[in-house]
């Protein structure tokens, strides 16, 4: 049963990385909003992250490329205002810590201002420098190997990595220097169940599997994948567990208000707000008839209005 986030304790970095070896997985969803943060956090999520994924799965672009880092501190701070316990983990966009460890330290502050916890970097031993960098800032750094998708370029497209043997070896030793560097976790996106055991038994800190196998130290879906949010987009890749389907529910939502709406039935009466009995003889003033409004006695001053359109 999920705890409350008013009820645990906030989850921090050495929280994540104490987990090693306990045989509690670490439970990670993809979110990039307020709504998605709130249902996360009482569900008892351990860490959200805000994906540079929001490219594709919130903005319509094609790839997460697109993404800067103004949108990232965007979509952190809109997590972060939830205050949830779960650790928020800021992901740093594509260009964001590639060109020096200035804008690196720079950047992953600005998530941190946004109310990230912690931040998360792709690649391996080459993104070292922008590691340290952020470390040596004092701001825990996640990392990101397999299939890294700010270099779908170079990879050839979204293709499964370290099928063979030099490019698992490239994998495990990637995420060795990694978590000697001083990262607190590492996602394994997209690599064979064997690649993925491999790295989680060389390495001191928790593995987070996305399309990994079940040999991690924990799992991560995205929040639109795993409840079916994703309409209009087929089922997505082989490793995504559907647990709803809420985004054929909310179609047919929609299409049944359309229906009401164009039937004339929506709004009913108990949907309207009813002015007091003597408006109606106002009404005459203008040439209409009382019958084309609704009227009652249940007017009252000061009826709180809801939220706006």
């Known amino acids: ?30 979110a990039y909003d307020a709504p998605s943060a709130r249902a996360c956090d009482a569900a008892g999520v351990d860490v959200i992250l805000v994906g540079d994924s929001v490219a594709n799965v919130v903005l319509g672009y094609e790839d997460t490329l697109q993404v800067t880092i103004d949108d990232m501190a965007h979509h952190v701070g809109a997590v972060a205002r939830t205050r949830p316990a779960a650790l928020v983990v800021g992901d740093l966009p594509w260009m964001s810590y590639h060109v020096s460890t200035a804008d690196t330290v720079h950047n992953a502050a600005r998530l941190v201002r946004a109310g990230a ?23 825990p750094v996640m990392g990101h190997l397999g299939l890294t998708p700010q270099s779908v370029h170079a990879l050839g497209g979204f293709r499964v990595q370290g099928k063979e043997l030099d490019d698992a070896r490239r994998i495990v030793d ?34 987070l599997g996305i399309g990994a196998g079940r040999h991690c130290d924990g799992q991560v879906l995205v929040f639109h994948d795993l409840l079916g949010l994703d309409v209009g987009q087929g089922r997505g890749p082989k490793f995504v567990r559907r647990y709803a389907d809420l985004g ?31 408006v109606s003889e106002l009404l005459g003033v203008y040439g209409r008839s009382a019958s084309d409004t609704d009227t009652g006695a249940d007017a009252v001053d000061g009826v709180e209005a809801g939220r706006p359109a």
């Open 117 to 139: 916890g912690a931040v998360k970097l792709e690649g391996g031993r080459k993104r070292l420098d922008a590691v340290r960098a952020i470390l040596d800032a004092e701001i």
């Open 248 to 278: 054929a529910d909310a179609r047919n939502a929609l299409v049944r208000f359309a229906d009401d709406v164009r039937a004339g039935t929506f709004p009913s009466s108990d949907e309207t707000y009813h002015a007091a009995d003597g």
């Open 174 to 207: 990637d995420a060795v220097a990694l978590a000697e560097a001083g990262c607190f976790a590492v996602v394994l996106e997209c690599v064979p169940d064997a690649v993925a055991r491999l790295v989680t038994d060389s390495i001191d800190v928790p593995t």
């Open 1 to 30: 049963m999920a705890e409350s986030s008013a009820s645990r304790a906030a989850v921090t970095a050495p929280a994540i990385v104490a987990r090693k070896g306990t045989g509690r997985p670490v439970v990670m969803v993809t």
